[in-house]
């Protein structure tokens, strides 16, 4: 079994990754984590090349992570939330599936055959909200042939309790694990 888990989050050692740190330790088989504040993937520039042709032609670290979607049987995106959304780097990140929305939509082709688990981690102290940033995240899922996606887990009120203390969170992220470790079986 193999995962892939975006991790939207600059601190490594913040409250997003202790919960991410949590599914890397309980979940079956090999994981690819793509930290997008440390990676270098550009950002979507939409020069259209998708529309004509598989791929993306900006050459980066992305190309590995397509390499990756295709093999994968669960993907997890785990992001703080800031002003109400997932976070910039994470934002720039989801722009390179454009590929596979032009795949669909202009070239009428089933970018990737594979269909997989998917899960969405967020972390946040602000207004509690997490409708907008969860429909992006179930939005970029879906783009990368995620349809079993489990439901939301979210930690809340982060400036004042850390996500790893968070029961409700923490019980999440079990199930999580409980979700994605069936793709095994």
């Not at 785990?78 to 959304?85: I, K, R």
């Amino acid at each position: 079994m193999k995962t892939l888990i975006f991790n939207g989050s600059p601190r490594l050692q913040g409250d997003t990754m202790s919960l991410v740190n949590k599914v890397i330790a309980g979940i079956e088989g090999e994981y690819k984590l793509i930290n997008a504040y440390q990676c270098e993937i550009s950002p979507c520039v939409d020069c259209r090349y998708c529309w004509e042709n598989d791929g993306c032609a900006l050459k980066d670290e992305m190309q590995e992570v397509y390499s990756y979607i295709q093999e994968c049987d669960n993907i997890l995106i785990a992001s703080p939330v800031y002003f109400s959304e997932l976070t910039g780097k994470l934002l720039d990140v989801g722009s390179r599936l454009q590929t596979y929305f032009c795949a669909r939509f202009f070239r009428k082709a089933e970018p990737i055959a594979k269909s997989k688990r998917g899960a969405v981690i967020l972390v946040g102290g602000g207004d509690g909200r997490m409708d907008k940033p969860y429909e992006t995240a179930y939005t970029l899922l879906r783009h990368m042939n995620c349809y079993d996606i489990h439901p939301l887990v979210f930690s809340h009120n982060t400036n004042t309790r850390p996500a790893a203390e968070d029961r409700k969170a923490v019980d999440g992220v079990i199930q999580i694990i409980t979700f994605f470790n069936m793709s095994s079986r």
